[in-house]
């Protein structure tokens, strides 16, 4: 993941509202300066008597909050809103709060990439950040623990908030829109559409182990076709794999297996071939992808008779950010009541 360290500040600040408040509280402080164009004085009077805010508190909102995030700019001696914050304003949604917040700060995606995967207590999140931080900025590696403790809440904060992370019993984790904009950070890195898609399968295919793995199957990335056929069958001397295979072995009652596949772009012939092959030896196969492409691989099934319409399953991409927040969220209630 880039970052651009050279110009982008480390010192920021929360807004009023408290925890969950501070889009809200963002929100009203900037219509108050699209409608007044208040002086800075003015506006210092207004928010702390709108917030009951202390005078000090006002100045850093205005200066690290609003101006640092270029949502605010001042003309001759007044404050008004920016292009990028009358986006924030007018559309009130999250994602472009963040993208401001990321453009003009450091140790926002440090947040995302460490609270990725599954629910984590808060000093273990709080010290794997302080790491990737100082690797990333190392000018920060002067600040006191309690600094960068400090600096550390404010982000955090910032990001339940607009509700990016969520929290149970106690731990910390990504909600479905927070593994979305993970997704949409890795997606920065590309150069090339092969990457784009690259990048997208092999995220998809994580949070499928996970999935896997949250209901106690065995998963197995990039499985041969072969590796699913029993040893009394013939086997191809070519080597097919599919993405991710599910496997849970019964005692007296064999193999269940679900094979996964995620069509993101390629042939669907070859798609449907590869589970044909297996579609005896298993109980459902997956398949993970787009409304669109589902409806065409339905109709080649249907044309074909194939008996794996029988088994199929679909499962549209959106959906599977709500699917691994939902596991991670039960992962970690089974994880503080019964471990």
């Known amino acids: 993941m880039s970052h651009q360290a050279d110009n982008r500040r480390m010192v920021f600040y929360p807004m009023a509202g408290g925890v969950k408040g501070q889009f809200t509280a963002l929100l009203t402080t900037l219509r108050f300066i699209k409608d007044n164009r208040p002086k800075r004085v003015e506006f210092l009077d207004w928010f702390m008597e709108q917030f009951k805010a202390g005078r000090e508190f006002s100045r850093h909102v205005l200066e690290k909050v609003l101006k640092g995030s270029g949502l605010v700019i001042s003309k001759k001696g007044r404050l008004h809103l920016s292009p990028e914050g009358e986006q924030v304003l007018n559309n009130a949604q999250p994602q472009f709060l963040l993208e401001r917040f990321i453009k003009h700060y450091g140790g926002f995606e440090e947040l995302f990439e460490v609270i990725k995967g599954k629910a984590k207590p808060l000093e273990e999140i709080f010290s794997q950040w302080w790491g990737k931080v100082r690797q990333n900025f190392p000018h920060v590696g002067s600040w006191s623990r309690q600094h960068a403790l400090s600096q550390f809440n404010h982000r955090l904060n910032w990001l339940r908030s607009l509700g990016f992370v969520i929290t149970v019993g106690g731990d910390y984790l990504l909600s479905q829109e927070g593994l979305k904009v993970y997704s949409g950070l890795l997606q920065q890195r590309i150069t090339s559409p ?54 849970r072995t019964i005692h007296f009652a064999g193999k269940l297996q679900y094979p996964i596949e995620i069509q993101i772009a390629g042939s669907i012939a070859d798609t449907i071939e590869r589970l044909e092959m297996v579609v005896n030896f298993i109980q459902k196969a997956i398949i993970i992808t787009d409304h669109e492409q589902q409806e065409r691989i339905r109709e080649r099934l249907k044309a074909k008779r194939s008996p794996l319409i029988d088994k199929i399953v679909f499962i549209d991409i959106d959906d599977i950010d709500k699917i691994v927040e939902a596991a991670t969220i039960m992962k970690a209630f089974v994880e503080k009541v019964f471990s």
């Open 194 to 247: 092969e990457e784009a898609r690259r990048i997208s399968h092999s995220d998809l295919e994580e949070k499928m182990r996970f999935i896997g793995e949250f209901f106690q199957f065995e998963v197995r990335k990039r499985p041969s076709v072969n590796d699913i056929l029993p040893p009394s069958t013939y086997k191809l001397r070519e080597e097919r794999q599919l993405d991710c295979l599910w496997v």
